[in-house]
């Protein structure tokens, strides 16, 4: 069966840096769209990054442009999000997902992806 795990969260100061990492398995992940999306606590799910399968079209929300940046690697089966300059709204749990055909990066509705990971906690102190 298909599996997404997530690996790299944890407590960092505001301005500091994390990278999480999806280890996909069960699928064949270059053909997937991965994103990652997250969501804090009392607030929706909200999509955060997309890339296409062959890591050379992104798309990224608004509020982390410029300071996160997705990336793949097709032959370990792994999507990363290198996230830099973390502010305390950056606070969320963060999920991996899997979108097969017809998904493209520009859908930020979580509904477009079939994958999902079981998310890691990202906390940002001020």
């Known amino acids: 069966q298909v599996q997404l795990v997530e690996s790299g969260g944890g407590l960092v100061q505001a301005g500091g840096s994390l990278r999480l990492s999806c280890a996909a398995s069960?699928?064949?992940?270059?053909?997937?769209?991965m994103g990652w999306f997250r969501q804090a606590p009392g607030k929706e799910r909200e999509f955060v990054a997309a890339?296409?399968?062959?890591?050379?079209?992104?798309d990224y929300a608004d509020s982390v442009k410029g300071r996160f940046t997705i990336s793949r690697d097709n032959a370990k089966n792994t999507q990363y999000l290198q996230m830099n300059s973390l502010k305390s709204e950056d606070t969320a749990v963060y999920y991996c997902?899997?979108?097969?055909?017809?998904?493209?990066?520009?859908?930020?509705?979580?509904?477009?992806?079939?994958?999902w990971g079981q998310g890691t906690q990202v906390t940002v102190s001020s």
């Open positions: 997902a899997a979108g097969g055909p017809p998904t493209t990066i520009n859908d930020s509705d979580y509904d477009a992806y079939d994958y």
């Open positions: 069960g699928l064949t992940f270059s053909s997937y769209v």
């Open positions: 890339i296409n399968w062959s890591g050379g079209s992104t």
